[in-house]
Every structure is written in structure tokens, then in C-alpha cells.
């Protein structure tokens, strides 16, 4: 399915029974709904809303982009689609910095959070400046240059090797002004440690056991500082927990909404 907005078609979709509770999944960078692919046998009770982010997966990029963008598309689909029940949103790496500003941004539409694989901290300066650097060189050389320089870091060293296949030609094919417009949306993303404190919804933190990317540490200290939140460590899977332990991370989504 897709819907225009402000003249670019964003791709998403749409599962489950209408009145299932409502799921909003955010996927990371340089990734698209095909994330949720295998954890989805384990959502099949709930009405699951998977955009593609703009510039990624199916939808048409814009050579600006931000997290409060990033939020209004959500927004904007929702809005067309939904039935303005609050929902679960569920944001995985990249998508958990969406989720931060989803929460800053619609507090309304939030029943619950889940932040998975992912990490409250802004940048460094070095960190920011490795971005907008890679922005420049995806853009003369395509894409393949981010998949090459994550796909290493992105699985536990007991993945397959078929699935870091799959995942480093999926990232290749990423649209170059995509992915060089969301590395600039990453550098340029508030500090969200502020905002743990503030977040007043049950939440779920999930987190690969030997996630090099947002190491297990950022994912201790985001349960440290949002009140009463759960925390579930996933074994043998890294910063691809939702892909390498499917299962695992689905029930763990399924069973925390359930309880809501
Ligand atoms: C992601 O998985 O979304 C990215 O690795 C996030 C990041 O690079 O900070």
C-alpha cells in the first residue's frame, strides 16, 4: 500500500484483524519492513502498521529528511489508516531515535514503547562527521559502500553466512539519496537521554546479547532511566536480533502487548 505525502508515495503495510492492539513498527537504518518479516508469525493477533521510511525500502526518497519527518510520515499514515487507538510503537535502532521523537512529537497516539537494538545518546562530534562523510560517498558511489561497512558488525559472529548475504545485497540496493539523507538525519538527532525520564507508558528495551552497534550497556542504562521499564537481553543475536532470533523477539513483543 502507499499514500502521497507532500508529493513523495511512502510504502507500507498493513496486517492483522482492524481491531487487533495496534502496532507501529519503525525499522532501522539502512534497512525497510522487511525486518519484520520473520517476527511477524509471532504478531499475527495485532493490527501491525510497517512503514517503509521515506528513501528506504519502497518509498521515494527526499534529499532532506529528520526524525520529526520521519515521525510525520508515520503520522500522516496513520492518520489515512488507522483508527487513532493510541498504539504500541516499536522502534528498532535508527527507529528507536524515531521513537523518541514519536513520543516527544504524538504522546496522544502512544500506548507503549519498545525500543530494540538501539540507544538513547546523540553522536559524538567524530561520530557526526563519519556520517556526513559516508552521506558524501553514498551518493557517488552508491550503496553498497554503507553494506559492506556494517554488514560485519551487524550480526552475532555465530550468524549464518547466508543471512549476512541476504542482508549486505538487501542494503546495497538501498536508494543512494535515501540512505545519504537518513546518515545526515542521524547526525543531526537530539539527545534523547532527556527524555527517558520522561517517558510516563509501559516500555519494553530488547536487545541482542552481542549487539556490537548499540552494545547491551546503552540498552541498561535506557532501563535505568525510564521508569519502570522491562528489559529482555536476547541470546546469540546482535544488533539484527529481530532477524537472527525471530522468534525470541516476537514473543517477547507479543507477550509485553498482550499484557498492556
Ligand atoms: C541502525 O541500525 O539503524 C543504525 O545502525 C543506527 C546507527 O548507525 O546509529
Redesign the pocket.
Known amino acids: 500500500m502507499n499514500i502521497t505525502v507532500d508529493g513523495v508515495k511512502l510504502d507500507y503495510q498493513i496486517s492483522g484483524p482492524a481491531d487487533g492492539q495496534p502496532i507501529l513498527l519503525i525499522h532501522?537504518?539502512p534497512?525497510s519492513k522487511a525486518l519484520w518479516e520473520p517476527m511477524m508469525a509471532s504478531l499475527l493477533d495485532f493490527r501491525v502498521i510497517a512503514p517503509d521510511l521515506r528513501g528506504l525500502g519502497r518509498s521515494e526518497p527526499s534529499d532532506e529528511t529528520s526524525m520529526a519527518s520521519y515521525v510525520d510520515d508515520c503520522l500522516s499514515i496513520l492518520k489515512d489508516q488507522h483508527d487513532g487507538r493510541p498504539l504500541t510503537v516499536l522502534g528498532?535502532?535508527?527507529?528507536g531515535?524515531i521513537a523518541f521523537e514519536f513520543f516527544r512529537r504524538a504522546r496522544l497516539h502512544v500506548q507503549a514503547m519498545v525500543f530494540l537494538?538501539t540507544?538513547s545518546a546523540a553522536?559524538s562530534d567524530e561520530a557526526k562527521k563519519g556520517r556526513f562523510a559516508t552521506a558524501e560517498t553514498v551518493i557517488k558511489e552508491g550503496s553498497a559502500v554503507v553494506a559492506d561497512a556494517?554488514v560485519g558488525k551487524l550480526f552475532a559472529p555465530s550468524a549464518a553466512p547466508e543471512l549476512r548475504a541476504k542482508w549486505r545485497d538487501l542494503m546495497s540496493q538501498s536508494n543512494p539519496r535515501g540512505v545519504a539523507a537518513a546518515l545526515k538525519a542521524?547526525a543531526n538527532r537530539p539527545d534523547s537521554t532527556v527524555t527517558c525520564a520522561k517517558i510516563d507508558v509501559p516500555t519494553l528495551i530488547i536487545v541482542g546479547e552481542e549487539d556490537a552497534?548499540?552494545p547491551p550497556e546503552d540498552s541498561r542504562k535506557m532501563n535505568a532511566s525510564i521508569a519502570g521499564s522491562m528489559l529482555a537481553v536476547i541470546p546469540q543475536a546482535g544488533?539484527m536480533a529481530a532477524v537472527e532470533r525471530p522468534l525470541l523477539v516476537g514473543d517477547a513483543v507479543a507477550e509485553f502487548v498482550r499484557s498492556l
Request: net charge negative; no cysteine.
Open positions: 532501522g537504518f534497512f528498532m535502532s535508527m527507529g531515535y537494538d540507544r553522536d556494517m542521524i552497534i548499540t544488533h
